[in-house]
């Protein structure tokens, strides 16, 4: 781990350790937690120097997600969510908009993405939410369906149909016309401010628009999703080192039938595969943080290959984890509890594992025959 997070590891682990439980059985984490992480550059610490950020390549800042996903995938989500709308603007926006909206988002400011609708999840073409021209202003009319950190988020960075083509617009969550509702009680990451947006109406500056709009939807939708998924990934890899690391702990401590459970070949074999799965998704996001550092071509595949490969196998690990540790684990709050209900959403969350799939064999297809 590069000596430069060191004091960056050191600090989310103080203000996490001991707390991302209750932070769970609450369903929300404290805001002022939140912006101080976002003015120290911790939740989009890609964003470059000149407008307040780390500047970290992907690599690094992989490593300083799964270390956020180890102690609590709530965070992480929010982390995600930042970093998503970081690099959104950094892509789309013209100078003024990057230099504005970055400044804010390494200032303390949060904020979500707004992708998914009713109708409207894996086919994002099927967005019914609208971005008109009315003047020298937009107009947003549409609803957003289960949006990570919107609870949040003073800035909600909202896609859709314009024209004939699509744009991202920037929404102040204080703009009339804009109503947040909470999600209550999901499965997983409880205290990442899930939240359904309405919005109504709500006209902002033609300035809000990134990039002016008419962009195609499918870079709208490669720019944000590639991030997210590189994110995700590497938040699958902290909940495998999370369930790796408490599964050898209780095995090593406990005996039975006179011998600590680690010595017993039907748990070694759960320890074994816990570890392979960690070490497998680990390699596919060094890989996928490669092609992004590099600019390759391959880039979106890798990310969507990491994201399969790591959300698999934190559902799958995060299982075993609970087979090791047994009634240990069985209340809500404890570690491995909270990993397997968050690994399983991760296996839905920015490309189902069935659109994984779909993605990967599309491209096998096209690079082998």
Excluded at 15 to 20: I, K, Q, R, S, T
């Amino acid at each position: 781990m590069p000596d430069q997070l060191a004091d960056e590891r050191a600090l989310i682990t103080g203000l996490v350790d001991g707390n991302a439980g209750r932070w769970d059985l609450d369903g929300l984490i404290p805001e002022d937690l939140l912006r101080d992480l976002g003015a120290r550059g911790l939740l989009c610490a890609q964003v470059k120097p000149s407008y307040g950020g780390l500047g970290l390549d992907s690599a690094t800042n992989g490593e300083l997600t799964a270390h956020t996903g180890s102690l609590c995938s709530s965070l992480r989500s929010v982390q995600t969510s930042q970093g998503m709308a970081a690099w959104a603007i950094s892509r789309l926006g013209d100078a003024d908009q990057r230099r504005t909206h970055l400044r804010a988002l390494t200032s303390g400011q949060l904020a979500a993405v707004a992708f998914s609708e009713q109708d409207a999840g894996s086919d994002l073409s099927a967005m019914s939410t609208r971005i008109q021209r009315s003047g020298d202003s937009v107009v947003v009319d549409g609803a957003k369906k289960w949006i990570t950190a919107a609870r949040y988020a003073d800035l909600l960075v909202v896609f859709g149909q314009y024209e004939d083509s699509a744009a991202a617009v920037v929404v102040p969550r204080s703009a009339p016309g804009v109503t947040v509702d909470v999600i209550a009680d999901p499965l997983g990451c409880r205290a990442a401010g899930h939240a359904n947006v309405r919005l109504d109406s709500v006209r902002l500056p033609a300035a809000s628009l990134l990039g002016g709009g008419g962009h195609p939807l499918s870079l709208l939708v490669t720019t944000a999703l590639t991030y997210g998924r590189m994110s995700v990934a590497w938040g699958c890899v902290g909940i495998l080192r999370a369930c790796l690391r408490a599964a050898v702990r209780h095995a090593s401590s406990r005996k039975q039938f006179g011998t600590p459970l680690t010595g017993h070949q039907l748990v070694a074999r759960h320890l074994a595969d816990l570890f392979v799965a960690e070490q497998g998704a680990t390699r596919a996001c060094e890989h996928a943080s490669r092609c992004w550092d590099s600019k390759s071509p391959e880039v979106a595949t890798a990310a969507v290959l990491a994201k399969y490969v790591s959300s698999r196998n934190a559902a799958t690990a995060a299982a075993s984890a609970v087979q090791v540790l047994a009634s240990a684990a069985a209340q809500d709050g404890h570690v491995v509890a909270r990993a397997y209900r968050d690994a399983k959403l991760m296996e839905i969350i920015e490309g189902s594992t069935e659109i994984c799939q779909l993605v990967l064999a599309e491209h096998a297809v096209t690079t082998t025959l």
